[in-house]
């Protein structure tokens, strides 16, 4: 297959000043720092970890000991790319997932029950109709958040609105200012979302597509290069969109809005943020291009078999904490690594 022109080389389109719609106001994050330096060199990468926990620690705003009271967002949304069969599930298996979550039926409720972190569903834009419901005791309260009943086709039309794109981003700023404690784990679940993530890694990282997409072992080689072929479409499409905004508007989603946002809030309250995998990771990058000093509380988890996910994580010039070659969302590569966190946090309260 000959692959369309990518477009201009954006290299260094997340670098860009950031050029914000007037409806938009994201709140003020200061930047973090660096924790106190100790001479802990045989705890090796555990110890930068945790003088980043504390650097962040005292930018809490209520000044809490310890990371306290963390929880769990998992953002649900689909995705009108999926109507170009880019995924091998349809857009019911994101209702289905969110059902499960919401009645405690899967590994991630017991993981979070067990790690004692408190876990929300958030339906940011869920193609079917969904009642908001609180928590049982097995599962998990869903908040409704929904903006629209799926984003629209980005290979014909941009996937979102830029008002709707505004509202899913305070969404997300809204349900983090609502929530307890001090350290915030963002996931997400839909149905293609990992077509967004790899097309905002390639405009705002300058990755060329073919890379970014890669060949994700779930796919066989027609379905690869199939998916590829309409990925090339929708790039070809939005070719103009260069900065995160703009990529976030023309090739994102509505969970990939609210995460970015809620990673904007949360950091701007001094939370540690845990960011679960690729398609929270490309929340990630919109995130800190549009609010640099978010990177100073950004923790990331663990690296998926996405092949684009070790570029991105490359491109932000950063490392998981684990990689554990998982296939899935939904926050469990975030709650593996949490009892991690839990030990870093510790070994910087005792100075040993």
């Known amino acids: ?11 260094l389109a997340a670098a860009l000043p950031p050029t914000l719609p007037s409806g938009l106001h994201l709140p003020t994050v200061l930047p973090a720092g660096s924790g106190d330096p100790a001479n802990r060199s045989e705890w090796g990468r555990v110890a930068n970890l945790a003088n980043r926990i504390g650097a962040v620690l005292r930018k809490d705003s209520l000044r809490r000991p310890g990371l306290v009271q ?6 649900a949304a689909d995705h009108g790319i ?7 599930f349809g857009q019911e298996a994101t209702r289905q997932r969110v ?6 039926n899967t590994d991630v409720n017991r993981m979070a029950r067990d790690a004692g972190v408190a876990l929300t569903v958030v339906d940011a834009g869920i193609s079917v109709p969904l009642t908001p419901a609180p928590a049982t005791e097995a599962g998990a309260p869903l908040l409704s958040r929904k903006i629209a009943y799926g984003t629209r086709n980005m290979v014909l039309r941009s996937a979102m609105s830029t008002e709707q794109t505004i509202a899913a981003m305070r969404a997300g700023m809204d349900v983090v200012r609502h929530l307890p404690g001090n350290a915030v784990l963002v996931a997400e679940t839909g149905v293609a979302n990992t077509s967004s993530a790899i097309l905002m890694l390639s405009r705002l990282c300058g990755v060329p597509l073919a890379d970014a997409c ?4 779930d796919l066989n080689d027609e379905m690869a290069r199939h998916k590829l072929e309409k990925l090339f479409a929708a790039a070809t499409r939005h070719r103009k969109a260069v900065r995160p905004f703009e990529v976030l508007v023309t090739m994102g989603g509505f969970e990939l809005a609210m995460m970015a946002g809620a990673m904007i809030q949360a950091a701007s309250e001094g939370r540690l943020v845990v960011v679960d995998g690729f398609v929270a990771g490309a929340a990630a990058l919109v995130a800190r291009g549009l609010v640099p000093a978010v990177s100073d509380y950004l923790v990331y988890s663990h690296l998926s078999v ?8 490359i491109h932000l010039q950063d490392r998981p904490l684990l990689d554990m070659e998982l296939r899935l969302g939904q926050g469990a590569g975030a709650l593996l690594a949490w009892p991690l966190i839990l030990a870093a946090e510790q070994l910087g309260q005792t100075g040993t």
Do not use: C, I, T
Request: aromatic share 2%; no cysteine; glycine share 14%.
């Open 70 to 75: 963390p929880q769990l967002l998992v953002f």
């Open 306 to 313: 996405d092949p684009g996910h070790r570029l991105l994580m």
């Open 214 to 217: 890669g060949h994700h072992p």
């Open 99 to 104: 059902e499960a979550l919401v009645q405690g």
């Open 1 to 11: 297959m000959k692959a369309p022109p990518n477009g201009p080389d954006h290299g």
């Open 82 to 88: 999926a109507d170009e069969g880019v995924s091998r």
